[in-house]
């Protein structure tokens, strides 16, 4: 079984970036509710960058691990 390490750049990227458009725009993708987040889901995430961020978003609050982000705030 292949080991997943996660990529340190995305993550602080991640724990930087800001939703770059609607009601949340200017919020902190780590700081979105997380039924707005579940809302994407549910309606297919964003093309690109942005997706792929907004996705990892969802995954890290559907787990409950939003501490992770704790250190980088």
Known sequence: MEELFPD???LLE???ARMPFGKHQGWLLIDLPEPYVVWFKQKGFPHG???K???TIYVIKANGLEHLFDPLR
């Open 8 to 10: 340190p750049k995305f």
């Open 49 to 51: 960058k942005l997706g």
């Open 53 to 55: 961020q907004l996705e």
């Open 14 to 16: 991640l724990a930087e």
